[in-house]
Antibody, heavy 123, light 107 residues
Framework: EVQLVESGGDLVQPGRSLRLSCAAT????????MHWVRQSPGKGLDWVSY????????AYADSVKGRFTISRDNAKNSLHLQMNSLRPEDTALYFC????????????????WGQGTLVTVSS | DIQLTQSPSFLSASVGDRVTITCRAS??????LAWYQQKPGKAPKLLIY???TLESGVPSRFSGSGSGTEFTLTIGSLQPEDFATYYC??????????FGQGTKLEI
């Protein structure tokens, strides 16, 4: 089955760290760039981070730059997000998402999403 | 940075209605726009990319149009399963894959 399954979400105190993982199955993982997108409770979608198929290109939203690190292990079909110096405003449901092979532009839409893992940052 | 503004933020409609949601970009993004549907407690689902290309498996009552700075998502005849929140996403500005704030479609 083609799917993404996130894990690692938890309740953590401000300033602490957390590592999220995303397991990919049913497709050739190392053919595709991957993203993390988050959604605060009752709010809209916020793009967090991007990693190219070979980890050669990485990008972050300004709100997480310098605190979060995206990585992938193509041998294990897994994507990760290391989250340091967590803040209450990082509280959200974190989705991993796969880039589509379709689209005429260089930048592709996201055609496969996981169900999300909840991160709560609170004392 | 490019900003996307969706209107309306909330839309009340009935089964069988034709509805249109608008997404405006703060600067021209050619046709590099996607639309997603999200139901409560679920992940977003890709509906349309390149402003008007229907993703495989998406019902033909969904359509998209526009280019430059103004885009629309139209649902031709609302079905009960279409009541959800819809987001636009710009794909022009690497790597800031910005989303609109969402439009909640309610009965």
């Amino acid at each position: 089955e083609v799917q993404l399954v996130e894990s690692g979400g938890d309740l953590v105190q401000p300033g602490r760290s957390l590592r999220l993982s995303c397991a990919a199955t049913g497709f050739t993982f190392d053919d595709y760039a991957m993203h993390w997108v988050r959604q605060s409770p009752g709010k809209g979608l916020d793009w967090v981070s991007y990693i190219s198929w070979n980890s050669g290109s990485i990008a972050y939203a300004d709100s997480v730059k310098g605190r979060f690190t995206i990585s992938r292990d193509n041998a294990k079909n897994s994507l990760h997000l290391q989250m340091n110096s967590l803040r209450p405003e990082d509280t959200a449901l974190y989705f991993c998402a796969k880039e589509s092979p379709n689209g005429s532009g260089y930048y592709k839409p996201f055609d496969l999403w996981g169900q999300g893992t909840l991160v709560t940052v609170s004392s | 940075d490019i900003q996307l503004t969706q209107s309306p933020s909330f839309l009340s409609a009935s089964v069988g209605d034709r509805v249109t949601i608008t997404c405006r970009a703060s600067q021209a993004i050619s046709s590099y726009l996607a639309w997603y549907q999200q139901k409560p407690g679920k992940a977003p689902k890709l509906l349309i990319y390149d402003a008007s290309t229907l993703e495989s498996g998406v019902p033909s009552r969904f359509s998209g149009s526009g280019s430059g700075t103004e885009f629309t998502l139209t649902i031709g005849s609302l079905q009960p399963e279409d009541f959800a929140t819809y987001y636009c996403q710009q794909l022009n500005s690497y790597p800031q894959y910005i989303f609109g704030q969402g439009t909640k479609l309610e009965i």
